[in-house]
Structure formats: structure tokens, C-alpha cells
């Protein structure tokens, strides 16, 4: 099995959208036995709570299932957990840091846009201030495509 998490500031419009359209994305390539997918996030204000109402009519719009996700924070055993961690800006791959336990890490750290070809080094502008929900949808699309492409080469799935 293996684990991928996605990780932004709130929990509740980025990384709960990469998460929903990551698994569709798995779903269809058959690999749901072989590929887990979770999301948090580096802050606690929203703990417990749905998806952003932005993020979940973005998902309904392109008819991917948006149950069962609800706000939580970072915990130290994810590093032990997750072989991928994948932050969706700079600050939460620095933020990440603060969390990291006792234990031995197997998690790699990416960020979302290492896997857009033009957009190494960038950053997922947080809808919770733009308000542009379908922009962030669209790196997130294609990013999540490259991020399954990468993950089935490196685990030979
Ligand atoms: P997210 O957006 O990190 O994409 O979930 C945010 C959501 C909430 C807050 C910040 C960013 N907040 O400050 O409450």
C-alpha cells in the first residue's frame, strides 16, 4: 500500500480538493487497493469541518465525490505514515517542518506544482483569499495527473 497526503494551511479548499480529485483519479486507474490518499493541514482552525463551500462546488461541478472529508491538522506519525506528503505552497513545506516527531521519516515532500511542467518551484494560490476556485482546480487537474504518472513509475504499480 501506499500513502500520499496532501497538505495546506486550512484544510479546507486545497488539499481537501487535491485529495477528492487525486482519488478520482486513482479510482479510475483501478489502483484504489494500492493507493491511499488523506489530507491536513498545518493550522487548527477549521478542525473537523467540510470542505470550503467553494471547494465543494468545484468538485460537484466536475462530478467528483466531495463525503466523508473533515478538517484535521498535521500529526508527527504522519511522517511515518505517508511515503508522499504533498504541500501545496512554500510556507507549508516550511510550516511542516514544526511537525516533524521522534520517529524516522519515510516521507518525501513535494509541492503540488513540482508536478506541472511549468511549474517547478510555484505555488498554489489559496482560493480562501483569491476566492478563484476554478484556477486552483485546473493546477490541481493536471498536477494530480503527473503526481499518479510519477507515483506509479517510482512504486512500479
Ligand atoms: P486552505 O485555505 O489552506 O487552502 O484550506 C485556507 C483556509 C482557511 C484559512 C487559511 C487558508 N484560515 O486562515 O482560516
Not at 478520482?24 to 493550522?43: M, N, P, Q, R, Y
Not at 463525503?67 to 484535521?72: D, E, I, L, P, V
Request: charged share 25%; with cysteine; aromatic share 10%.
Amino acid at each position: 500500500m501506499v500513502h500520499v497526503l496532501f497538505v495546506c494551511l486550512g484544510n479546507i479548499c486545497r488539499s481537501p480538493m487535491a485529495e477528492a480529485v487525486f482519488r478520482h483519479k486513482v479510482w479510475e486507474a483501478g489502483l484504489l487497493d494500492s493507493i491511499t490518499i488523506d489530507s491536513a493541514g498545518t493550522g487548527d482552525w477549521h478542525l473537523g469541518e467540510k470542505p470550503h463551500q467553494g471547494t465543494r462546488d468545484i468538485l460537484q461541478k466536475y462530478k467528483i465525490d466531495d463525503s466523508n472529508m473533515f478538517a484535521r491538522q498535521v500529526v508527527s506519525t504522519d511522517f511515518s505514515k505517508f511515503e508522499y506528503i504533498v504541500a501545496m505552497d512554500d510556507s507549508n513545506v516550511e510550516n511542516l517542518k514544526g511537525f516533524v516527531g521522534t520517529e524516522e521519516p519515510r516521507s518525501q515532500v513535494f509541492k503540488m506544482l513540482d508536478f506541472l511542467p511549468e511549474g517547478q518551484a510555484g505555488n498554489v494560490p489559496d482560493p480562501y483569499f483569491t476566492g478563484n476556485f476554478e484556477e486552483v482546480y485546473e493546477m490541481i487537474n493536471t498536477s494530480s495527473e503527473n503526481l499518479l504518472a510519477h507515483i506509479r513509475a517510482d512504486q512500479n504499480i
